[in-house]
Nanobody, 115 residues
């Protein structure tokens, strides 16, 4: 069984930084594609960033140059480094890690950016 634990969310001022982490349990588990989504109240969920097993990355246009997704395969963990944060980044951030067969969702972590 795989369980994901997210951490790193919180309250930060405009221009600040946060680092989110998403750690997968299970000694035998390894993920291929990892994704970070976010959803703000009244808004649709959107894909923020993703990283493949080979290290290829994707970013939402509005976060390019500010967010960096990375992974530590030895720790079964994916990170989202968020810098130069804006109020528009306020949302619940959720990770989704994929193995060969399916994706696994984290519990979500709140990021609030005050103006």
């Amino acid at each position: 069984q795989v369980q994901l634990v997210e951490s790193g969310g919180g309250l930060v001022q405009t221009g600040g930084s946060l680092r989110l982490s998403c750690a997968a349990s299970g000694s035998t588990f390894s993920f291929n594609v990892a994704e970070w989504y976010r959803q703000a109240p009244g808004k649709q969920r959107e894909l923020v960033a993703s990283i493949s097993s080979g290290g290829s990355t994707f970013y939402l246009d509005s976060v390019k140059g500010r967010f960096t997704i990375s992974r530590d395969n030895a720790k079964n963990t994916v990170y989202l480094q968020m810098s130069s944060l804006k109020p528009e980044d306020t949302a619940v951030y959720v990770c989704n890690l994929h193995d060969r067969w399916r994706g696994y969702w984290g519990q979500g972590t709140q990021v609030t950016v005050s103006s």
